[in-house]
Protein backbone atom coordinates (compact mmCIF):
# COMPACT_ATOMS: atom_id res chain seq x y z
CA UNK A 1 0.00 0.00 0.00
CA UNK A 2 1.39 3.15 -1.33
CA UNK A 3 2.87 5.40 2.24
CA UNK A 4 0.69 8.36 1.02
CA UNK A 5 -2.56 6.49 1.54
CA UNK A 6 -1.37 4.93 4.67
CA UNK A 7 -0.34 8.94 6.10
CA UNK A 8 -3.42 10.50 4.80
CA UNK A 9 -5.48 7.84 5.86
CA UNK A 10 -3.47 8.56 9.46
CA UNK A 11 -4.79 12.54 8.92
CA UNK A 12 -7.96 11.63 9.06
CA UNK A 13 -8.31 9.42 11.63
CA UNK A 14 -6.28 11.90 14.12
CA UNK A 15 -8.91 14.89 13.25
CA UNK A 16 -11.09 12.60 13.77
CA UNK A 17 -10.31 11.48 17.16
CA UNK A 18 -9.45 14.77 18.42
CA UNK A 19 -12.82 16.21 16.92
CA UNK A 20 -14.05 13.69 20.00
CA UNK A 21 -13.05 15.20 22.33
CA UNK A 22 -15.70 16.62 24.47
CA UNK A 23 -16.16 20.21 25.80
CA UNK A 24 -14.62 19.36 28.92
CA UNK A 25 -11.88 19.05 27.45
CA UNK A 26 -11.24 14.77 27.63
CA UNK A 27 -12.39 11.98 25.64
CA UNK A 28 -15.79 10.49 27.00
CA UNK A 29 -16.96 7.29 24.29
CA UNK A 30 -19.55 5.76 23.76
CA UNK A 31 -20.68 2.31 25.64
CA UNK A 32 -23.07 -0.26 23.40
CA UNK A 33 -26.34 0.01 24.81
CA UNK A 34 -27.16 -3.67 26.64
CA UNK A 35 -29.78 -5.86 26.41
CA UNK A 36 -28.72 -7.45 29.81
CA UNK A 37 -28.69 -3.92 31.37
CA UNK A 38 -31.59 -2.44 30.14
CA UNK A 39 -33.31 -5.57 31.47
CA UNK A 40 -32.04 -5.23 35.03
CA UNK A 41 -32.64 -1.97 34.74
CA UNK A 42 -36.55 -1.94 33.96
CA UNK A 43 -37.22 -4.36 36.50
CA UNK A 44 -35.63 -2.19 39.36
CA UNK A 45 -37.50 0.53 38.69
CA UNK A 46 -40.77 -1.34 38.30
CA UNK A 47 -40.10 -3.13 41.98
CA UNK A 48 -39.24 0.48 43.44
CA UNK A 49 -43.32 1.37 41.80
CA UNK A 50 -42.78 5.20 41.23
CA UNK A 51 -45.29 5.99 38.59
CA UNK A 52 -42.99 9.27 37.53
CA UNK A 53 -40.75 5.97 35.95
CA UNK A 54 -43.65 4.34 33.97
CA UNK A 55 -42.79 6.01 30.59
CA UNK A 56 -39.10 4.85 31.43
CA UNK A 57 -40.08 1.20 31.93
CA UNK A 58 -42.05 1.08 28.42
CA UNK A 59 -39.55 2.71 26.87
CA UNK A 60 -36.91 -0.02 28.19
CA UNK A 61 -39.82 -2.43 27.60
CA UNK A 62 -39.96 -1.52 23.73
CA UNK A 63 -36.13 -1.02 23.58
CA UNK A 64 -35.88 -4.69 24.05
CA UNK A 65 -38.67 -6.29 22.46
CA UNK A 66 -37.35 -4.53 19.35
CA UNK A 67 -33.87 -6.08 19.92
CA UNK A 68 -34.36 -9.22 19.74
CA UNK A 69 -32.39 -11.67 17.79
CA UNK A 70 -33.24 -13.44 14.55
CA UNK A 71 -32.72 -16.62 16.90
CA UNK A 72 -35.40 -15.39 19.14
CA UNK A 73 -32.40 -14.91 22.09
CA UNK A 74 -30.61 -11.94 23.53
CA UNK A 75 -27.08 -11.18 23.51
CA UNK A 76 -25.05 -8.93 25.44
CA UNK A 77 -24.78 -6.08 22.62
CA UNK A 78 -27.21 -6.23 19.94
CA UNK A 79 -23.99 -7.31 17.49
CA UNK A 80 -23.24 -9.89 20.04
CA UNK A 81 -24.45 -13.77 19.60
CA UNK A 82 -27.39 -15.07 21.87
CA UNK A 83 -26.62 -16.66 25.06
CA UNK A 84 -28.55 -18.16 27.87
CA UNK A 85 -28.12 -15.45 31.35
CA UNK A 86 -28.78 -12.32 29.11
CA UNK A 87 -32.03 -14.22 27.30
CA UNK A 88 -33.26 -15.36 30.73
CA UNK A 89 -32.97 -12.29 32.41
CA UNK A 90 -35.00 -10.66 29.20
CA UNK A 91 -37.37 -13.23 29.71
CA UNK A 92 -37.64 -12.11 33.30
CA UNK A 93 -38.22 -8.88 32.20
CA UNK A 94 -40.34 -9.13 29.59
CA UNK A 95 -42.70 -11.31 31.88
CA UNK A 96 -42.51 -8.65 34.28
CA UNK A 97 -43.37 -5.52 32.53
CA UNK A 98 -45.36 -6.15 29.55
CA UNK A 99 -49.40 -5.32 29.63
CA UNK A 100 -52.23 -6.35 27.46
CA UNK A 101 -50.13 -9.40 26.01
CA UNK A 102 -47.62 -6.78 24.39
CA UNK A 103 -44.63 -9.25 24.72
CA UNK A 104 -46.18 -12.27 24.30
CA UNK A 105 -44.95 -13.32 21.02
CA UNK A 106 -41.40 -12.21 22.09
CA UNK A 107 -41.77 -15.01 25.52
CA UNK A 108 -42.85 -17.47 22.52
CA UNK A 109 -39.59 -17.02 20.92
CA UNK A 110 -37.12 -16.65 23.81
CA UNK A 111 -38.75 -19.84 25.17
CA UNK A 112 -38.27 -21.86 22.00
CA UNK A 113 -34.10 -20.62 21.67
CA UNK A 114 -34.08 -21.57 25.51
CA UNK A 115 -35.58 -25.07 24.32
CA UNK A 116 -32.78 -25.50 21.58
CA UNK A 117 -30.22 -25.09 24.19
CA UNK A 118 -31.82 -27.47 26.20
CA UNK A 119 -33.54 -25.27 28.98
CA UNK A 120 -37.30 -25.54 29.38
CA UNK A 121 -38.67 -22.56 31.57
CA UNK A 122 -38.84 -24.36 35.03
CA UNK A 123 -37.63 -24.15 38.02
CA UNK A 124 -35.15 -27.19 38.03
CA UNK A 125 -33.95 -26.48 34.30
CA UNK A 126 -33.18 -22.90 34.77
CA UNK A 127 -31.69 -22.92 38.48
CA UNK A 128 -29.30 -25.96 37.12
CA UNK A 129 -28.22 -24.49 34.13
CA UNK A 130 -27.50 -21.21 35.52
CA UNK A 131 -25.41 -22.51 38.45
CA UNK A 132 -23.66 -24.60 35.61
CA UNK A 133 -22.83 -21.90 33.57
CA UNK A 134 -20.97 -20.07 35.94
CA UNK A 135 -19.78 -22.68 38.04
CA UNK A 136 -17.95 -21.51 41.18
CA UNK A 137 -18.16 -18.31 40.56
CA UNK A 138 -21.30 -17.30 41.82
CA UNK A 139 -20.53 -13.00 41.03
CA UNK A 140 -23.41 -12.75 38.24
CA UNK A 141 -25.71 -16.42 39.19
CA UNK A 142 -27.25 -15.85 42.06
CA UNK A 143 -28.34 -11.82 40.98
CA UNK A 144 -30.12 -13.88 38.12
CA UNK A 145 -31.56 -16.50 39.64
CA UNK A 146 -32.77 -13.91 42.12
CA UNK A 147 -34.43 -11.42 39.33
CA UNK A 148 -36.26 -14.69 37.83
CA UNK A 149 -37.82 -14.86 41.21
CA UNK A 150 -38.57 -11.74 41.85
CA UNK A 151 -39.99 -11.69 38.42
CA UNK A 152 -42.00 -14.58 39.42
CA UNK A 153 -40.69 -16.71 36.72
CA UNK A 154 -39.05 -18.87 39.34
CA UNK A 155 -41.20 -19.78 42.80
CA UNK A 156 -39.78 -19.10 45.87
CA UNK A 157 -39.41 -22.90 46.29
CA UNK A 158 -36.69 -22.70 44.13
CA UNK A 159 -34.65 -20.64 45.97
CA UNK A 160 -33.94 -23.78 48.32
CA UNK A 161 -31.82 -24.65 45.48
CA UNK A 162 -29.96 -21.40 45.03
CA UNK A 163 -26.30 -21.12 47.52
CA UNK A 164 -26.77 -18.59 49.90
CA UNK A 165 -24.55 -15.42 50.17
CA UNK A 166 -22.76 -14.95 53.26
CA UNK A 167 -23.17 -11.81 53.36
CA UNK A 168 -22.29 -11.38 56.85
CA UNK A 169 -19.05 -12.17 56.04
CA UNK A 170 -18.93 -8.68 54.83
CA UNK A 171 -18.82 -6.94 58.25
CA UNK A 172 -15.03 -8.59 59.34
CA UNK A 173 -11.50 -6.58 57.62
CA UNK A 174 -11.20 -6.63 54.19
CA UNK A 175 -7.85 -8.81 54.97
CA UNK A 176 -10.06 -11.27 56.06
CA UNK A 177 -12.07 -11.87 52.79
CA UNK A 178 -9.62 -13.77 50.82
CA UNK A 179 -9.87 -16.69 53.55
CA UNK A 180 -13.23 -17.60 53.09
CA UNK A 181 -13.65 -17.92 49.35
CA UNK A 182 -16.24 -16.21 49.12
CA UNK A 183 -17.10 -17.42 45.84
CA UNK A 184 -17.55 -13.36 44.44
CA UNK A 185 -15.18 -11.04 42.66
CA UNK A 186 -13.76 -8.16 45.01
CA UNK A 187 -15.94 -6.01 43.50
CA UNK A 188 -19.22 -7.67 43.15
CA UNK A 189 -19.79 -6.66 47.28
CA UNK A 190 -22.65 -4.91 46.92
CA UNK A 191 -24.28 -7.93 45.18
CA UNK A 192 -22.80 -10.04 47.76
CA UNK A 193 -24.68 -7.84 50.82
CA UNK A 194 -27.86 -7.16 48.45
CA UNK A 195 -28.48 -10.19 46.84
CA UNK A 196 -27.27 -12.21 49.91
CA UNK A 197 -30.16 -10.31 51.84
CA UNK A 198 -32.70 -10.79 49.90
CA UNK A 199 -32.46 -14.78 49.43
CA UNK A 200 -32.03 -15.25 53.09
CA UNK A 201 -35.48 -12.83 53.92
CA UNK A 202 -37.08 -14.77 51.24
CA UNK A 203 -36.16 -18.21 52.64
CA UNK A 204 -36.09 -17.51 56.51
CA UNK A 205 -39.70 -15.70 56.21
CA UNK A 206 -40.97 -14.86 59.85
CA UNK A 207 -38.71 -17.26 61.21
CA UNK A 208 -36.14 -16.43 63.41
CA UNK A 209 -32.44 -16.67 62.61
CA UNK A 210 -29.04 -16.12 63.59
CA UNK A 211 -28.54 -14.42 60.73
CA UNK A 212 -30.97 -11.70 61.40
CA UNK A 213 -28.88 -9.37 63.54
CA UNK A 214 -26.06 -9.20 60.42
CA UNK A 215 -29.12 -7.36 58.47
CA UNK A 216 -28.62 -4.04 59.47
CA UNK A 217 -25.00 -3.98 59.85
CA UNK A 218 -24.48 -5.12 56.81
CA UNK A 219 -27.39 -2.68 55.34
CA UNK A 220 -25.22 -0.36 57.31
CA UNK A 221 -22.24 -1.71 55.52
CA UNK A 222 -23.38 -1.66 52.27
CA UNK A 223 -25.11 2.19 52.25
CA UNK A 224 -20.95 2.91 53.49
CA UNK A 225 -19.97 1.94 49.94
CA UNK A 226 -22.52 3.77 48.01
CA UNK A 227 -20.95 6.51 45.47
CA UNK A 228 -22.45 9.65 45.75
CA UNK A 229 -23.55 9.07 41.92
CA UNK A 230 -25.70 6.33 43.76
CA UNK A 231 -24.36 3.85 41.07
CA UNK A 232 -21.70 0.88 42.24
CA UNK A 233 -19.06 0.89 39.77
CA UNK A 234 -20.52 2.72 37.63
CA UNK A 235 -22.43 -0.29 36.27
CA UNK A 236 -26.20 -0.80 35.59
CA UNK A 237 -26.29 -4.49 36.47
CA UNK A 238 -25.00 -4.17 39.32
CA UNK A 239 -27.11 -1.58 40.77
CA UNK A 240 -29.94 -2.69 39.79
CA UNK A 241 -29.83 -5.83 40.88
CA UNK A 242 -29.10 -4.47 44.39
CA UNK A 243 -31.84 -1.78 44.45
CA UNK A 244 -34.21 -4.35 43.59
CA UNK A 245 -33.33 -6.89 45.88
CA UNK A 246 -33.07 -4.38 49.20
CA UNK A 247 -36.52 -3.26 47.92
CA UNK A 248 -38.13 -6.47 47.72
CA UNK A 249 -36.74 -7.29 51.13
CA UNK A 250 -38.48 -4.62 52.45
CA UNK A 251 -35.85 -1.54 52.66
CA UNK A 252 -38.04 0.69 50.76
CA UNK A 253 -36.36 3.74 52.57
CA UNK A 254 -33.44 2.94 52.03
CA UNK A 255 -30.53 5.49 50.72
CA UNK A 256 -29.02 2.85 48.69
CA UNK A 257 -31.96 1.89 46.90
CA UNK A 258 -32.82 5.58 46.60
CA UNK A 259 -30.22 6.68 44.87
CA UNK A 260 -29.33 3.53 42.94
CA UNK A 261 -32.89 4.09 41.32
CA UNK A 262 -31.69 7.57 40.64
CA UNK A 263 -29.02 6.86 39.31
CA UNK A 264 -30.95 4.11 36.57
CA UNK A 265 -32.80 6.83 35.77
CA UNK A 266 -30.22 9.14 35.05
CA UNK A 267 -28.70 6.71 32.80
CA UNK A 268 -31.35 5.56 30.62
CA UNK A 269 -30.70 6.84 27.20
CA UNK A 270 -33.19 8.45 24.79
CA UNK A 271 -33.57 5.12 22.47
CA UNK A 272 -34.77 3.55 26.16
CA UNK A 273 -32.07 1.24 26.71
CA UNK A 274 -29.15 1.45 29.43
CA UNK A 275 -25.35 0.81 28.84
CA UNK A 276 -23.80 -1.56 30.69
CA UNK A 277 -21.47 1.57 32.51
CA UNK A 278 -21.59 5.12 32.72
CA UNK A 279 -18.71 5.74 30.79
CA UNK A 280 -14.86 4.33 30.34
CA UNK A 281 -14.15 8.15 29.90
CA UNK A 282 -10.93 8.06 32.00
CA UNK A 283 -9.61 4.55 29.61
CA UNK A 284 -10.43 6.02 26.48
CA UNK A 285 -8.64 9.10 27.18
CA UNK A 286 -5.67 7.68 27.94
CA UNK A 287 -5.83 5.35 24.98
CA UNK A 288 -6.65 8.04 22.87
CA UNK A 289 -3.53 10.09 24.27
CA UNK A 290 -1.60 6.88 23.12
CA UNK A 291 -2.90 6.57 19.89
CA UNK A 292 -1.49 10.15 19.14
CA UNK A 293 1.64 9.54 20.88
CA UNK A 294 4.27 12.70 20.56
CA UNK A 295 1.56 14.23 18.04
CA UNK A 296 -0.59 15.10 20.34
CA UNK A 297 1.45 18.59 21.27
CA UNK A 298 1.07 19.39 17.37
CA UNK A 299 -2.94 18.51 16.76
CA UNK A 300 -4.50 20.33 20.42
CA UNK A 301 -3.43 23.77 21.58
CA UNK A 302 -1.47 24.79 24.91
CA UNK A 303 -5.07 25.03 26.62
CA UNK A 304 -6.24 21.97 25.76
CA UNK A 305 -3.00 20.12 26.60
CA UNK A 306 -3.09 22.18 30.28
CA UNK A 307 -7.08 20.60 30.32
CA UNK A 308 -6.11 17.42 29.52
CA UNK A 309 -3.30 16.87 32.30
CA UNK A 310 -5.29 18.85 35.03
CA UNK A 311 -8.13 16.21 34.10
CA UNK A 312 -5.78 13.15 34.71
CA UNK A 313 -4.60 14.56 37.78
CA UNK A 314 -7.72 15.50 39.36
CA UNK A 315 -8.47 11.97 38.93
CA UNK A 316 -6.19 10.22 40.27
CA UNK A 317 -6.69 9.31 44.30
CA UNK A 318 -5.38 11.02 46.68
CA UNK A 319 -7.07 8.84 49.87
CA UNK A 320 -7.93 5.54 50.72
CA UNK A 321 -10.98 4.33 48.44
CA UNK A 322 -13.89 3.54 50.47
CA UNK A 323 -15.42 0.94 48.11
CA UNK A 324 -12.14 -1.60 48.40
CA UNK A 325 -9.90 0.31 51.11
CA UNK A 326 -7.22 0.72 48.07
CA UNK A 327 -4.06 3.00 48.80
CA UNK A 328 -4.10 6.46 47.52
CA UNK A 329 -2.05 6.89 44.15
CA UNK A 330 -4.56 4.61 41.57
CA UNK A 331 -7.06 5.69 39.03
CA UNK A 332 -9.76 4.26 37.46
CA UNK A 333 -12.03 3.90 34.71
CA UNK A 334 -14.07 7.33 34.56
CA UNK A 335 -14.41 10.66 36.04
CA UNK A 336 -17.87 9.48 37.93
CA UNK A 337 -17.78 8.38 41.38
CA UNK A 338 -18.69 4.88 41.30
CA UNK A 339 -15.16 4.42 40.06
CA UNK A 340 -12.45 2.06 41.45
CA UNK A 341 -8.72 2.70 41.56
CA UNK A 342 -7.27 -0.29 39.27
CA UNK A 343 -4.31 -1.89 37.32
CA UNK A 344 -4.60 -0.98 33.87
CA UNK A 345 -6.08 2.58 34.06
CA UNK A 346 -3.37 3.34 36.73
CA UNK A 347 -1.04 3.15 34.19
CA UNK A 348 -2.59 4.58 31.53
CA UNK A 349 -2.42 7.24 32.83
CA UNK A 350 1.22 7.63 33.90
CA UNK A 351 1.83 6.76 30.29
CA UNK A 352 -0.32 9.39 29.51
CA UNK A 353 1.10 12.19 31.83
CA UNK A 354 4.17 10.83 31.04
CA UNK A 355 3.83 11.91 27.18
CA UNK A 356 1.98 15.09 28.14
CA UNK A 357 4.81 15.61 31.21
CA UNK A 358 6.10 19.47 31.25
CA UNK A 359 8.38 18.94 34.45
CA UNK A 360 6.17 20.16 37.12
CA UNK A 361 6.46 19.11 40.55
CA UNK A 362 2.41 18.27 40.83
CA UNK A 363 2.91 15.84 37.56
CA UNK A 364 6.19 14.27 38.99
CA UNK A 365 4.61 13.52 41.90
CA UNK A 366 1.50 11.93 40.68
CA UNK A 367 3.45 9.64 38.35
CA UNK A 368 5.55 8.54 41.10
CA UNK A 369 2.68 8.06 43.21
CA UNK A 370 1.20 6.09 40.81
CA UNK A 371 4.26 4.13 40.47
CA UNK A 372 4.23 3.07 43.63
CA UNK A 373 0.27 2.08 44.08
CA UNK A 374 1.28 -0.53 41.41
CA UNK A 375 4.00 -1.68 43.39
CA UNK A 376 2.05 -2.39 46.06
CA UNK A 377 -0.80 -4.05 44.24
CA UNK A 378 1.72 -6.61 42.61
CA UNK A 379 1.08 -10.26 43.72
CA UNK A 380 3.41 -12.83 45.09
CA UNK A 381 3.26 -14.53 41.72
CA UNK A 382 4.68 -11.12 39.95
CA UNK A 383 2.01 -10.40 38.27
CA UNK A 384 -0.93 -7.13 38.50
CA UNK A 385 -4.49 -8.64 39.68
CA UNK A 386 -7.41 -5.37 38.42
CA UNK A 387 -7.99 -4.66 42.15
CA UNK A 388 -7.19 -5.81 45.23
CA UNK A 389 -4.00 -7.83 45.97
CA UNK A 390 -4.31 -11.65 46.95
CA UNK A 391 -7.90 -11.07 47.17
CA UNK A 392 -8.90 -14.41 45.89
CA UNK A 393 -8.92 -17.64 43.15
CA UNK A 394 -11.58 -16.31 40.86
CA UNK A 395 -10.23 -15.53 37.45
CA UNK A 396 -11.25 -11.17 37.45
CA UNK A 397 -8.96 -11.50 40.89
CA UNK A 398 -6.37 -12.70 39.68
CA UNK A 399 -2.88 -11.96 37.74
CA UNK A 400 -3.37 -11.60 34.67
CA UNK A 401 -0.61 -10.81 31.19
CA UNK A 402 -1.94 -7.43 29.71
CA UNK A 403 -2.69 -5.92 33.27
CA UNK A 404 1.26 -6.89 33.76
CA UNK A 405 2.57 -5.83 30.63
CA UNK A 406 0.30 -2.15 30.83
CA UNK A 407 2.74 -2.09 34.56
CA UNK A 408 5.78 -2.76 33.03
CA UNK A 409 5.45 -0.17 30.32
CA UNK A 410 4.57 2.52 33.07
CA UNK A 411 7.18 1.67 35.40
CA UNK A 412 9.61 1.50 32.86
CA UNK A 413 9.18 4.34 30.72
CA UNK A 414 8.74 6.33 34.47
CA UNK A 415 12.37 4.93 34.88
CA UNK A 416 13.02 6.39 31.40
CA UNK A 417 11.65 9.70 31.86
CA UNK A 418 12.57 10.70 35.89
CA UNK A 419 15.01 8.45 36.71
CA UNK A 420 17.29 11.32 38.06
CA UNK A 421 14.05 12.66 40.23
CA UNK A 422 13.65 8.66 42.02
CA UNK A 423 14.71 8.43 45.28
CA UNK A 424 16.93 5.63 45.92
CA UNK A 425 14.31 3.62 47.77
CA UNK A 426 11.71 3.68 44.71
CA UNK A 427 14.22 2.84 42.63
CA UNK A 428 15.21 -0.48 44.51
CA UNK A 429 11.17 -0.74 44.68
CA UNK A 430 10.72 -0.26 41.05
CA UNK A 431 13.50 -3.10 40.29
CA UNK A 432 12.41 -5.33 42.36
CA UNK A 433 9.00 -5.11 40.77
CA UNK A 434 10.14 -5.23 37.39
CA UNK A 435 12.15 -8.41 37.91
CA UNK A 436 9.05 -10.21 39.33
CA UNK A 437 6.61 -9.14 36.55
CA UNK A 438 9.49 -10.10 33.48
CA UNK A 439 9.32 -13.98 35.46
CA UNK A 440 5.30 -13.83 35.89
CA UNK A 441 5.14 -12.95 31.89
CA UNK A 442 7.64 -15.54 30.99
CA UNK A 443 5.76 -17.95 33.07
CA UNK A 444 2.35 -17.04 31.80
CA UNK A 445 3.27 -16.78 27.97
CA UNK A 446 1.67 -20.46 26.04
CA UNK A 447 4.76 -22.29 24.51
CA UNK A 448 3.17 -20.78 21.38
CA UNK A 449 4.34 -17.48 22.19
CA UNK A 450 0.69 -16.02 23.00
CA UNK A 451 -0.80 -14.47 26.23
CA UNK A 452 -4.67 -14.11 27.22
CA UNK A 453 -6.00 -11.11 28.60
CA UNK A 454 -8.54 -10.29 30.80
CA UNK A 455 -11.07 -7.88 30.11
CA UNK A 456 -11.10 -8.53 26.45
CA UNK A 457 -12.72 -11.80 25.07
CA UNK A 458 -13.61 -12.80 21.19
CA UNK A 459 -17.64 -14.39 21.16
CA UNK A 460 -16.43 -16.73 18.22
CA UNK A 461 -13.33 -18.52 19.71
CA UNK A 462 -13.76 -21.83 21.28
CA UNK A 463 -13.09 -20.50 24.67
CA UNK A 464 -14.42 -17.14 24.21
CA UNK A 465 -10.96 -15.81 24.74
CA UNK A 466 -8.73 -13.82 22.88
CA UNK A 467 -5.27 -14.87 22.58
CA UNK A 468 -4.36 -12.24 19.55
CA UNK A 469 -5.88 -9.01 21.90
CA UNK A 470 -4.02 -10.18 24.85
CA UNK A 471 -0.97 -11.24 22.50
CA UNK A 472 -0.85 -7.87 20.85
CA UNK A 473 -1.01 -5.73 24.07
CA UNK A 474 1.51 -7.13 26.21
CA UNK A 475 4.09 -7.27 23.25
CA UNK A 476 3.36 -3.58 22.40
CA UNK A 477 4.26 -3.22 25.60
CA UNK A 478 7.15 -5.15 25.80
CA UNK A 479 8.39 -2.91 22.22
CA UNK A 480 7.98 -0.16 24.09
CA UNK A 481 10.15 -1.40 26.68
CA UNK A 482 12.97 -2.79 24.97
CA UNK A 483 13.12 1.48 23.18
CA UNK A 484 13.35 2.58 26.48
CA UNK A 485 16.85 3.67 27.57
CA UNK A 486 16.86 2.73 31.24
CA UNK A 487 15.84 -1.23 31.60
CA UNK A 488 18.69 -2.93 31.61
CA UNK A 489 20.40 -5.21 29.41
CA UNK A 490 18.93 -8.12 31.34
CA UNK A 491 15.60 -7.11 30.68
CA UNK A 492 16.13 -6.48 27.36
CA UNK A 493 17.25 -10.01 26.66
CA UNK A 494 14.73 -11.51 28.18
CA UNK A 495 12.05 -9.38 26.83
CA UNK A 496 13.10 -9.52 23.79
CA UNK A 497 12.74 -13.45 23.56
CA UNK A 498 9.68 -12.84 24.40
CA UNK A 499 8.47 -10.67 21.95
CA UNK A 500 9.90 -13.11 18.80
CA UNK A 501 8.32 -15.28 19.88
CA UNK A 502 4.84 -13.50 20.61
CA UNK A 503 5.56 -12.19 16.74
CA UNK A 504 5.60 -15.68 15.56
CA UNK A 505 2.31 -16.16 17.30
CA UNK A 506 0.57 -13.39 15.74
CA UNK A 507 2.24 -14.08 12.01
CA UNK A 508 0.71 -17.69 12.47
CA UNK A 509 -2.81 -16.30 12.96
CA UNK A 510 -3.14 -13.24 10.29
CA UNK A 511 -6.19 -14.70 8.23
CA UNK A 512 -5.90 -15.18 4.47
CA UNK A 513 -7.84 -11.72 4.03
CA UNK A 514 -5.29 -10.00 5.80
CA UNK A 515 -7.07 -9.22 8.92
CA UNK A 516 -6.99 -10.46 12.51
CA UNK A 517 -9.62 -12.23 14.71
CA UNK A 518 -9.39 -13.60 18.14
CA UNK A 519 -7.45 -16.17 16.47
CA UNK A 520 -6.70 -17.68 13.13
CA UNK A 521 -10.04 -18.64 11.18
CA UNK A 522 -11.83 -16.48 13.13
CA UNK A 523 -13.51 -13.28 11.11
CA UNK A 524 -11.43 -9.90 11.26
CA UNK A 525 -12.19 -7.06 13.30
CA UNK A 526 -10.81 -3.48 13.15
CA UNK A 527 -9.59 -3.22 17.12
CA UNK A 528 -7.87 -6.87 16.35
CA UNK A 529 -6.30 -6.19 12.98
CA UNK A 530 -5.21 -2.99 14.45
CA UNK A 531 -3.40 -3.76 17.46
CA UNK A 532 -2.08 -6.63 15.94
CA UNK A 533 -0.05 -4.18 13.78
CA UNK A 534 0.90 -2.04 16.42
CA UNK A 535 2.52 -4.77 17.93
CA UNK A 536 4.33 -6.11 14.88
CA UNK A 537 4.88 -2.10 13.33
CA UNK A 538 8.89 -2.07 12.92
CA UNK A 539 9.77 -5.53 11.76
CA UNK A 540 6.76 -7.13 9.54
CA UNK A 541 6.08 -5.13 7.22
CA UNK A 542 4.65 -7.02 4.39
CA UNK A 543 2.13 -8.50 7.34
CA UNK A 544 1.06 -5.10 8.15
CA UNK A 545 0.52 -3.60 4.58
CA UNK A 546 -1.50 -7.03 4.34
CA UNK A 547 -3.56 -5.53 7.77
CA UNK A 548 -4.04 -2.13 6.53
CA UNK A 549 -5.25 -3.58 3.16
CA UNK A 550 -8.35 -5.00 4.55
CA UNK A 551 -8.62 -1.91 7.34
CA UNK A 552 -8.89 0.10 4.46
CA UNK A 553 -12.09 -1.86 2.81
CA UNK A 554 -13.94 -0.98 6.57
CA UNK A 555 -15.26 2.01 5.81
CA UNK A 556 -18.13 2.29 9.09
CA UNK A 557 -15.60 1.70 11.84
CA UNK A 558 -18.20 -0.44 13.13
CA UNK A 559 -16.94 -1.52 17.27
CA UNK A 560 -16.97 -5.08 18.23
CA UNK A 561 -18.39 -6.85 21.09
CA UNK A 562 -14.71 -7.33 22.31
CA UNK A 563 -14.94 -6.03 25.59
CA UNK A 564 -15.87 -8.31 28.41
CA UNK A 565 -17.35 -7.08 32.07
CA UNK A 566 -17.15 -9.48 34.22
CA UNK A 567 -18.77 -12.81 34.46
CA UNK A 568 -18.74 -13.14 30.60
CA UNK A 569 -20.78 -10.10 29.75
CA UNK A 570 -19.67 -8.42 26.45
CA UNK A 571 -19.52 -4.51 25.23
CA UNK A 572 -18.31 -2.40 22.46
CA UNK A 573 -16.87 1.32 22.67
CA UNK A 574 -17.54 3.14 20.03
CA UNK A 575 -14.19 4.73 20.13
CA UNK A 576 -11.96 1.58 20.51
CA UNK A 577 -11.49 1.14 16.25
CA UNK A 578 -10.55 4.60 16.22
CA UNK A 579 -8.23 4.71 18.71
CA UNK A 580 -6.57 1.34 17.44
CA UNK A 581 -6.47 2.36 13.77
CA UNK A 582 -4.70 5.57 14.52
CA UNK A 583 -2.32 4.12 16.90
CA UNK A 584 -1.52 1.18 14.21
CA UNK A 585 -0.95 3.76 11.65
CA UNK A 586 1.33 6.03 13.77
CA UNK A 587 3.60 3.12 14.39
CA UNK A 588 3.69 1.85 11.29
CA UNK A 589 4.36 4.86 9.80
CA UNK A 590 6.80 6.05 12.37
CA UNK A 591 8.90 2.92 11.61
CA UNK A 592 8.82 1.97 8.10
CA UNK A 593 8.43 5.52 6.82
CA UNK A 594 9.50 8.10 8.94
CA UNK A 595 6.39 10.38 8.57
CA UNK A 596 4.84 9.25 12.19
CA UNK A 597 6.41 10.07 15.20
Not at 278 to 299: F, H
Not at 369 to 384: A, M, S, T, V, Y
Not at 511 to 527: A, L, Q
Request: net charge neutral.
Amino acid sequence: MNPDILTAKYNDLKQKLVGDLNDKGFWTGRLSTSALSTAVAIVALKTAGDKNDNDRIENGFRWILNKINPDGGYGDTTGSVSNVSTTLLCYAAVSFCHKDKSGVSSLVSMERWLEGKGIAINPDTITRSVLKFYGKDYTFSIPILSMLNLCGVIPDSALRKIPMLPFELTLLPASFYRFFNLRVVSYALPALIGVGIYIHRKRSGQRLSFRNKFVKPAIKKLDDLLPESGGFLEAIPLTGFVAMCLHASGEIQNITVKKGIQFLRNTQRNDGGWPIDTDLSSWVTTLSIKALGSDIVNLLTEQQLSLLRSHLLKLQYKSVHPFNNAGPGGWGWTSFTGSVPDADDTPGAILALLQLYTGKNEEREAILNGCKWLIRLQNNDGGFPTFCRGWGRLPFDSSCADLTGHAVCALVKTTEKLGGNIDRDTKAGLNKCLEKAVGYLEKKQSTDGSWLPLWFGNQNTKEQTNPVYGTSKVCTYLNDCVSARCPGEVYKDRITLMIESAREYLLLQQNSDGSWGGEKGIRGTIEETSLAICALSGHERDACLEGFEWLAKQTDLKPAPIGLYFALLWYDEKLYPVIYYTEALRRFLGAHFDSAQ
